[in-house]
């Protein structure tokens, strides 16, 4: 089987930046997974004893807690800072913007639209800064329902795509006075789905590595189901079935923002195999 | 002949609103002609002896001066003012919020971009507010060779059609940090739009009443184009050919912003007489 790279995949910075920080910071913990992606989670316990806690109550009595790359809640920000918990800050820049964005307009009387999934963590965290309750919206369909103000204020979740981005804007514009456009969403998110695009309209089969629960990874397989009718998402090697690739000559691979290198480069070495 | 006329077509509010304040100004002046529909303007000028003056530095002797309905420049307001002119404000409304809108943003330091044309008195109106030079564009491939900032206010020409907006904004919001749109078309405009996006896709022939050099009956005339080859831009009955109608059974009937109910009556008839 021969094999073609994204141009652009894998490791984002706000992802290295987090695994370096954990790195440093060994026998700590994180408060739920500091990235969407189990087999690094599995590595940096096993190598660096940090582990993941899910439940902000149970990190009182530890000395110090990560911040995931998808920053957390407000609320628990303020219950660690309480507690005196040391805090180590590993939440993406790029999701801090976000959370800045909708503390700032929600105060100045915007009616807030996240655009994303309303229980995926970066989400729950930005929606924590908005002083009135957001709109969260994970398509124009759930847009078109609700009842919009004159003043409008959106963002995204980083790991969205752009053009349901631009689709949601086009909405408000119609509808709404004045909106005000934060285009949060990633550069890395960005070019990663602009290169799957692109590929998965000359390859038989894509393959998108990465973590199941990762947005981003999903989102890359959502664009390449688009273009590409064979196309599958692995988490790593084990994943992958020989009697998908019968009958096929290029296989296409991509990876999601949280995936490791050693992960990509083992799909590969199999799917070369095939 | 079977002539239907669109859902919406014909006098706005912004143009009622100012024939009434000729009407009720006899013997005034306008700078620039008040509306952009020559018949109208001569039965002003006819009836109630309301001229036309372009010149804003002949207004200076004259005792009053209406501000014709696309606005007119800060400095010839200034000009009028500091002369000691009585100005009676015809400006529409809805032009005057891309004046105000555009006066407030660039203040706080967005670069400005218009959509409309530079030549356009509305549009020239609407530029003297902006404290930094704005960029106008008339279309998104003019926007393209620009330089852009990382905060952008967009403004529309009240008569401007709003997929094209709509393209624009898509364009800075995926090249821009921050993008505050404030949809200035107005609704006359979009109602008058859409009326004839359906009524040209199920007749024959189309007839757009209006004058020549009037906006929005041009984007009028552009849209029924799109969906009906056979369309037609008159000013009024006299402009009306015989032959376009010929082994036509449907004409389709709209007539811009600024054309008076008597001069689509009459267009009208002659229509339904062939």
Tied chains: 1, 2.
């Excluded at 695009?197 to 894509?206: C, G, N, Y």
């Excluded at 998402?233 to 009697?243: A, I, K, M, Q, W």
């Excluded at 096929?248 to 490791?260: R, V």
Aim: aromatic residues 6%.
């Amino acid at each position: 089987m021969e094999v073609k790279m994204a141009k652009n995949y894998g490791f984002c910075f706000g992802v290295k930046r987090a695994i370096e920080i954990a790195q440093k910071n060994k026998n700590s913990v994180s408060l739920g997974p500091l990235i969407h992606n189990p087999k690094e989670i599995e590595r940096l316990e096993r190598d660096f004893n940090v582990r993941v806690q899910e439940d902000v109550g149970a990190i009182k009595s530890q000395k110090s807690v990560i911040i995931r790359t998808h920053g957390i809640p407000k609320d628990d920000l303020a219950l660690l800072q309480d507690e005196g918990v040391r805090i180590i800050d590993a939440t993406c820049p790029y999701v801090i913007k976000p959370q800045q964005i909708v503390e700032k307009m929600s105060a100045q009387g915007y009616q807030i639209v996240i655009f994303g999934d309303a229980n995926h963590p970066e989400v729950k965290g930005v929606i924590s800064y908005s002083s009135t309750p957001p709109l969260v919206v994970a398509s124009l369909a759930e847009l078109q329902t609700q009842k919009l103000g004159k003043r409008v204020a959106l963002v995204s979740q980083t790991t969205k795509q752009t053009p349901k981005l631009l689709e949601i804007a086009s909405f408000l514009i119609t509808h709404c006075a004045e909106v005000r456009i934060f285009n949060t969403i990633c550069n890395a998110t960005f070019d990663n789905q602009e290169a799957v695009r692109d590929l998965s309209q000359e390859v038989d089969i894509m393959v998108i590595v990465g973590g199941k629960s990762s947005s981003n990874t999903k989102q890359l397989f959502n664009i390449a189901k688009e273009f590409c009718a064979d196309s599958y998402l692995v988490e790593d090697f084990n994943d992958l079935d020989p009697t998908w690739f019968v009958g096929k000559t290029l296989c296409g691979i991509s990876a999601g923002a949280s995936t490791p290198d050693w992960i990509i480069a083992d799909v590969r070495e199999k799917i070369l195999g095939f």
